[in-house]
T-cell receptor, first 109, second 114 residues
Framework: GQNIDQPTEMTATEGAIVQINCTYQ??????LFWYQQHAGEAPTFLSY??LDGLEEKGRFSSFLSRSKGYRYLLLKELQMKDSASYLC??????????WGAGTKLIIKP | ETGVTQTPRHLVMGMTNKKSLKCEQH?????MYWYKQSAKKPLELMFV???????ENNSVPSRFSPECPNSSHLFLHLHTLQPEDSALYLC?????????????FGPGTRLTVL
């Protein structure tokens, strides 16, 4: 079967850096997505990687290296509002998104 | 209205009731999706429509019945649900079905089946 693995929960301190990893087993690969979901709200799109490399958007970066097996979301200068779940999803060969269960990030002062 | 809207935001229903969830997208997209999100579980894709035609039905029980009258509107008709169907139901849309076509989500309907 297809599956996405990511940590269930992570804790970090305000102002620090955190890296959320994602591993996957899917039939094919047509890109990796990261979404942020605050409690009780809709997932919102953060980034998309299909080629190896780094995608930067302000304090958030997503990195993909398929050959080396690195896939992660990097959050810098953490703020309390970054407390949320971060969902990793991979688009398979049928262009269907396979989702992870999400990583709940807790930011402490 | 902008983005993807869903109504109602909250719904409580008995197992014998019939209700419908509504989704509307104002993004000019061609594809629309229904997902089920249960606590601590991955998003489960239920249905996909592209240009009003259903392209995916991921073994969803027949008590869930989708309807897509046009590219901007999507409904999920519910009847004789079970308590385990209680979850957050999310609607999403995307320009198309290609790899780079990002999905944009509505706020969801929190469904409780008694």
């Amino acid at each position: 079967g297809q599956n996405i693995d990511q940590p269930t929960e992570m804790t970090a301190t305000e102002g620090a850096i955190v890296q959320i990893n994602c591993t996957y087993q899917t039939s094919g690969f047509n890109g990796l997505f990261w979404y942020q979901q605050h409690a009780g709200e809709a997932p919102t799109f953060l980034s998309y990687n299909v080629l190896d490399g780094l995608e930067e958007k302000g304090r958030f970066s997503s990195f993909l290296s398929r050959s080396k097996g690195y896939r992660y979301l990097l959050l810098k200068e953490l703020q309390m509002k970054d407390s949320a779940s971060y969902l990793c999803a991979v688009m398979d060969s049928n262009y269907q998104l396979i989702w992870g269960a999400g990583t709940k990030l807790i930011i402490k002062p | 209205e902008t983005g993807v809207t869903q109504t109602p935001r909250h719904l409580v229903m008995g197992m014998t009731n019939k209700k419908s969830l509504k989704c509307e997208q104002h993004l000019g997209h061609n594809a629309m999706y229904w997902y089920k999100q249960s606590a601590k579980k991955p998003l489960e894709l239920m249905f996909v429509y592209n240009f009003k035609e259903q392209t995916e039905n991921n073994s969803v029980p027949s008590r869930f019945s989708p309807e897509c009258p046009n590219s901007s509107h999507l409904f999920l008709h519910l009847h004789t649900l079970q308590p385990e169907d209680s979850a957050l139901y999310l609607c999403a849309s995307s320009q198309g079905l290609a790899g780079a076509d990002t999905q944009y989500f509505g706020p969801g309907t929190r469904l409780t089946v008694l």
